[in-house]
């Protein structure tokens, strides 16, 4: 059977450990694209260096021309710019906006059939920008942000509880960072939720309010930290489970921004941050979540910062309308 062909679309700190992860797990042949050649080629190259010494037989290659992307079966997109101090948010989104229109017509062109999953901030509008220049079929494109913000919380919650990682599961909607909604009766330790690990005296609401609004602020935290650049290696994470749930048809589960149709809180037409199972199809269900009445009002206010994102993407590009 022919290998994978994974397009990643940025090589730069995402991208690359992406097709580092991609390689080493042997999920398929890498197209590493950027548009500064150099950056893809080295990264490509060093990787297949890599090769031998970890013993893998991806294929990898560097470009900055579409056509290599051909027939791709998923492309991650990190194409962009970051912000940078003293640029503002409409001046990011022009920037990024841009970017996405240049993807989604060479992926239009070169790989109309692969499953693409899109990490560019800010995340949910650009992932609407995409599939609406793309033209491709809604349940193709998703972005990743749910399994990121999913995983600090579980992150989080591990050390608060000094158990095992794999333990915890977290449930999260909505738009990515300072708006999304934490489910924590959906969040579990053994399938324990949160509220009775409260009861059982684990920890107190206090300390979860903490916790929640740590995870909120996640991206902002490793930005702080590392001075220059944004988080990498969680984002490149979780973008390759969404990856493999396609490839291998696993059918997770995983909160992801997808086009919703009324499944959640009668919101239509929007990408936004939600529990989609992920298989051969692409998306293949959304859990229609009941929300009770402060979930679903934080979720409504998630809801109204992806429109006005929208809304400025429209201003600044009429044929996204
Ligand atoms: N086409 C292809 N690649 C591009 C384009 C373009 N039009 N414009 C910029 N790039 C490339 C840059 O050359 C760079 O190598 O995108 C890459 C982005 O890499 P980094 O700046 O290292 O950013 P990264 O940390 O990988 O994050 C990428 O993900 O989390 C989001 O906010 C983050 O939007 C950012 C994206």
Redesign the pocket.
Known sequence: MARAKIAL????????TLAHIAAREELGDVVL????EG?AKGKALDLSEAAPVFGKDSKLVGT?SYADIAGADVCII??????KPGMDRSELIGK?L??IK??AEGIKEHAPKAFVIC???P?DA?VWALQKFSGLQPRKVVGMAGVLDSARFRYFLADEFQCSVEDVHASVLGGHGDTMVPLTRYSTVNGVPLPDLIKMKWTTQDRVDAIVERTRKG?GEIVGLLGN????YA?AESAIEMAKSYLRDKKRILPCAVRLSGQIAGVRGLYVGAPAMIGARGVEKVMNIRLKADEREMFMKSVAAVEKIIADCQEMEPSLK
């Open positions: 679309i940025g090589a730069g700190m995402i991208g690359g694209f950027d548009i500064f950056t900055s990190t194409a962009g710019f970051p912000r990024n841009g970017v240049q993807v990490i560019t901030n995340l650009m991206g650049g944004s988080a990498f984002p």
